[in-house]
């Protein structure tokens, strides 16, 4: 009997290189079939939050939170939004690849599947580097590609909000954000993973 091989499509980005390694956060939206659909979402969502294709440093503190109230009270995004905090380390390569490895096996993958990951940010020569490192540790991943902010699509502006979010929580002194966190956590829209 033949058995249908699911595609996984990974879109990450990460923060916090400029504290020089005390704290690296790894955020992967991941999404299957619903890629389209998601991406059409969080394209009307930017559009009606203000928050536009501004990567999360460069959009308003009222059009981020608003755009992130919007998806996290979306439960087509629940499950999808990963993330993992690395702290002490400036080897972000490998930090990188451990958190997509941990965010696609969280919660174990049901049946055979494969993975396209998509790196802002992600220089042409580090692609097979990052494909091997990621087949190295048991993710079977179709391609890996990496994307430059001109060609950067809604998913992978997601991967850059949750990134500059978390560590904005972690890191950051807002009471709003913390708050926003706390509760996207607990909602489950938000899920930690760790290797």
């Known amino acids: ?55 999360w440093g460069d959009a308003g503190h009222e059009e981020r939170m608003r755009y992130l ?18 702290r002490q380390t400036v080897d972000y390569d490998n930090a990188t690849v451990k958190g997509i490895v941990t965010a696609v096996k969280w919660g174990k993958q049901i049946g055979k599947y494969t993975t396209v990951v998509y790196i802002d940010g992600l220089r042409k020569t580090k692609r097979h580097e990052y494909g091997a490192k990621l087949r190295h540790f048991g993710l079977p991943v179709r391609k890996v590609q990496g994307v430059a902010r001109d060609e950067a699509n809604a998913l992978t502006r997601l991967a850059d909000a949750i990134a500059g979010f978390v560590l904005d ?5 807002s009471e709003e954000i913390k708050t926003l966190f706390k509760k996207a956590k607990r909602e489950g829209m938000l899920i930690e993973v760790s290797s």
């Open 1 to 55: 009997m033949f058995m249908r091989v699911r595609k996984l499509y990974c879109y990450v980005d990460e923060s916090g290189q400029n504290t020089e390694g005390r704290i690296f956060v790894v955020s992967v939206v991941l999404t299957d079939q619903t890629r389209d659909e998601l991406l059409k979402i969080c394209e009307q969502l930017e559009q009606v939050s203000g928050k536009r294709k501004d990567k």
């Open 69 to 86: 109230k919007y998806i996290f009270a979306d439960d087509r995004f629940k499950g999808c939004l990963r993330y993992e905090l690395f």
């Open 169 to 173: 929580a972690v890191d950051g002194t």
